[in-house]
Every structure is written in C-alpha cells, then in structure tokens.
C-alpha cells in the first residue's frame, strides 16, 4: 500500500511528539490502555498500545482534510519491544523535526 500527503499543517499541537514517544521509551513496563497523540486538527495521529511481553504497538494515521476528504486516511501499526526498541523511533522523529527547524530558521535569515 502508498498513501502520501503533501503537507501535514502542526499548529497548536496536543505536546511534543518527542516527548510522547520519549515517555514510551522510558515505560518499558508498558501500562493498561491506549496512549494517543495528534495535531490540533487531528491530521496526523500516533497511537500506542503495550501487550504482554513487553510489546508496544505504534500506530501512526493520517487523516488530511477530514470533512473534505470523506474522512478517508491510512494506518500503520508496527510492533517493538517495549523500552529500547522504541529509543529508535523517538530519536529518527527528533532528527527529523531539527532538520525541519535548521531548514526554518534558514529561511528566516535569508
């Protein structure tokens, strides 16, 4: 399956998403439930659920232009060991963001 969006808009996001999965990482016991988080508008999603085993299920979903889009998106879940399997995730999202902002603050000083 390929699903692409052209452009996810983060304003007034619900927390970090760093922050999120750092936490995930730091509770390798896991925990009952399920732990979410999104942007504002709900366009990007991530969801975690921990199994017995210590198994974490990361579920990331895209959903853009939810009224006009028919409310249509697409999921994918991966499965890790909970602890430092989930260190991987947390930091390829915080080298992805800092290259986000370098390339923001470029721009600024044009």
Do not use: C
């Amino acid at each position: 399956m390929t699903a692409r969006v052209n452009e996810v808009v983060a304003r007034g996001w619900d927390g970090d998403l760093t922050t999120f999965l750092d936490d995930l990482t730091a509770d390798y016991r896991g925990g009952d439930g399920e732990r979410t988080w999104g942007t504002d508008g709900r366009d990007l999603v991530v969801s975690a659920v921990f199994r017995s085993g210590g198994h974490v299920g990361l579920t990331r979903t895209l959903r853009p232009w939810t009224g006009a889009a028919g409310d249509r998106g697409a999921s994918v879940t991966t499965w890790s060991e909970a602890g430092e399997q989930m260190a991987s995730p947390a930091a390829d999202v915080r080298h992805f963001l800092a290259g986000e902002r370098a390339g923001e603050q470029a721009g600024e000083q044009r």
